[in-house]
């Protein structure tokens, strides 16, 4: 579904990226784990063209969108929820969810507000609250909310858990599950192992713009020395 391949990328002239390679395959969600700095962010925004691509490829469905501007990446199928979650504060919940809708696709689940609105019962109880008087765990549970209401076929989820209560983490685990069980594909980038532990298939961590380990948990456990070289702190 998005294959990444030695992709490279840079802030002004700091290079961020060196070669990254990654893939998440179809109802499948891959953890994207690292320290603070090791590049995730750098990663997701470069997928999106929201940061400058300087060499690699970046496929989503079979289909080169490296280099396309990032609105045309979104209308391929994929979606983005950033770190910062950029909710319209002077909106109310379900304002929110209108900006983000878009036309159904043939091969993506459709949502509409009140799916949502199951999926995130807060929501609803909220809806006609702004986006300023909603928690820092109901403004990222509307961020993903107005992702979804553009129907991707994957998302792109950065540091879901940061910040948040710790019943909303367990809420958002519930989520994700429920995404994949819709037939999403997600990449998750996560400091939180335990959370990425709980929601994925796949991890990938990375350090200095790099992937030092792809493959599954079972396999992360067993090499130890991994965890504590790429991951702790």
């Not at 379900?94 to 900006?99: I, K, P």
């Amino acid at each position: 579904m998005l294959e990444v391949s030695n992709l490279t990328a840079s802030y002004g002239g700091a290079s961020i990226l060196n070669g990254i390679s990654l893939e998440v395959r179809n109802d499948q969600v891959v953890a994207l784990l690292g320290r603070n700095g090791a590049g995730k962010s750098t990663t997701m925004k470069s997928i999106m063209g929201l940061v400058r691509q300087k060499s690699g490829s970046v496929k989503y469905d079979g289909v080169e969108v490296m280099g396309r501007e990032s609105y045309l990446i979104c209308r391929t199928g994929l979606g983005y929820v950033p770190e910062d979650r950029r909710v319209f504060t002077d909106l109310t919940v379900e304002e929110n969810l209108e900006v983000g809708r878009r036309d159904a696709r043939d091969d993506a689940p459709v949502w509409t507000i009140e799916r949502l609105y199951e999926l995130f019962p807060n929501l609803k109880e909220r809806r006609r609250n702004l986006g300023k008087q909603l928690s820092g765990g109901e403004q990222q549970m509307l961020t993903i909310a107005r992702t979804l209401m553009g129907n991707p076929k994957t998302i792109l989820l950065d540091e879901p858990s940061e910040g948040i209560a710790p019943v909303i983490v367990e809420q958002m685990a519930r989520v994700i599950a429920q995404l994949k069980s819709e037939g999403l594909s997600i990449l998750l980038s996560e400091q939180n192992l335990h959370f990425a532990r709980l929601v994925c298939d796949r991890a990938c961590i990375i350090e200095k713009g790099q992937v030092r380990y792809d493959g599954t948990f079972a396999d992360l456990d067993a090499n130890p020395d991994i965890s504590s070289q790429y991951l702790a702190v």
